[in-house]
T-cell receptor, first 109, second 114 residues
Framework: AQRVTQPEKLLSVFKGAPVELKCNYS??????LFWYVQYSRQRLQLLLR??SRESIKGFTADLNKGETSFHLKKPFAQEEDSAMYYC???????????FGAGTTVTVRA | GAGVSQSPRYKVAKRGQDVALRCDPI?????LFWYQQALGQGPEFLTY????????KSGLPSDRFFAERPEGSVSTLKIQRTQQEDSAVYLC????????????FGQGTRLTVV
């Protein structure tokens, strides 16, 4: 069975500082990895997915199969990045998402 | 509608009461998912529909939980004889297809069993 681990429950950074959210997964096949974000009083929404290889709102994430990681990075954090971030995994034949426990990011001025 | 709609937004139930939670997916979306999110945790999969067919119900925690999507659109999650451990946010999501297609989430129903 697949499993997603986000080791940090809380992350606090200053505005303009780099931010990295860690995500590790366990799955023996080829996974599809996602980052979802939930801003205050809003619904959960997709931030980015590894197959797109795109940067969204300045965030990037690289799938490292050797380390089974999919860390989310942004070089210069902004106050509007304060939110809850969830790493999630699905597999080719199984459409459901397996989520990590989430990381709350607070960006301080 | 503009997005996935869930009702009610909040529900307080007395232990032993039956509840029904509704999900209105984005029009035309084939796939529909239900997730349960306990406080401080990530969403946990409950069940998956492709059109009206329930293809996966492996995440339903007990036979008190039942979901249906009879016409391939609106879905209802029913919980019979609610227990305190059922208290959680119940999230519905829909997507145009499975796999890597983006899942669009509703705002959830917060169920509190007292």
């Amino acid at each position: 069975a697949q499993r997603v681990t986000q080791p940090e429950k809380l992350l606090s950074v200053f505005k303009g500082a780099p931010v990295e959210l860690k995500c590790n997964y366990s799955y023996s096949g080829s996974p599809e990895l996602f980052w979802y974000v939930q801003y205050s009083r809003q619904r959960l929404q997709l931030l980015l997915r590894h197959i797109s290889r795109e940067s969204i709102k300045g965030f990037t994430a690289d799938l490292n199969k050797g380390e089974t990681s999919f860390h989310l990075k942004k070089p210069f954090a902004q106050e509007e990045d304060s939110a809850m971030y969830y790493c999630a995994l699905s597999t080719y034949n199984d459409y459901k998402l397996s989520f990590g426990a989430g990381t709350t990011v607070t960006v301080r001025a | 509608g503009a997005g996935v709609s869930q009702s009610p937004r909040y529900k307080v139930a007395k232990r032993g009461q039956d509840v029904a939670l509704r999900c209105d997916p984005i029009s035309g979306h084939v796939s529909l998912f239900w997730y349960q999110q306990a406080l401080g945790q990530g969403p946990e999969f409950l069940t998956y529909f492709q059109n009206e067919a329930q293809l996966d119900k492996s995440g339903l925690p007990s036979d008190r939980f039942f979901a249906e999507r009879p016409e391939g659109s609106v879905s209802t999650l029913k919980i019979q004889r609610t227990q305190q451990e059922d208290s959680a946010v119940y999230l519905c999501a829909s997507s145009s297809q499975g796999g890597s297609a983006e899942a669009f989430f509703g705002q959830g129903t917060r169920l509190t069993v007292v």
